[in-house]
C-alpha cells in the first residue's frame, strides 16, 4: 500500500505508471488502484475505494485472458 498526501492526480498516476513499469521489466503483474480522499471521507473510505478499483481491474484482466 502507498499513501499519497497532498499529491495532485497526475503526479501520482505518471509515478504508479513507472512502478507499474519496473515491475513489468522484471516480469511481475501488478494491480494498483487510486482513490482520491474527497472532504469528509475517511482513510477506511479511501482504502476501500481504492481496494475495489485494485480488484475490479484483476477482474477485467482475468476475463480478457479467459476470452
Known amino acids: 500500500a502507498v499513501l499519497f498526501c497532498d499529491t495532485c492526480g497526475d503526479s ?38 481504492a481496494d475495489s478499483k485494485m480488484y475490479a481491474f484483476k477482474e477485467s484482466r482475468r476475463k480478457n485472458i479467459i476470452n
Open 12 to 49: 501520482v498516476d505518471a509515478l504508479l505508471n513507472r512502478l507499474n513499469a519496473s515491475f513489468e521489466a522484471d516480469g511481475v503483474d501488478v494491480s494498483i488502484g487510486l482513490a482520491f480522499s474527497r472532504s469528509g471521507s475517511s482513510l477506511e473510505d479511501c482504502w476501500q475505494q
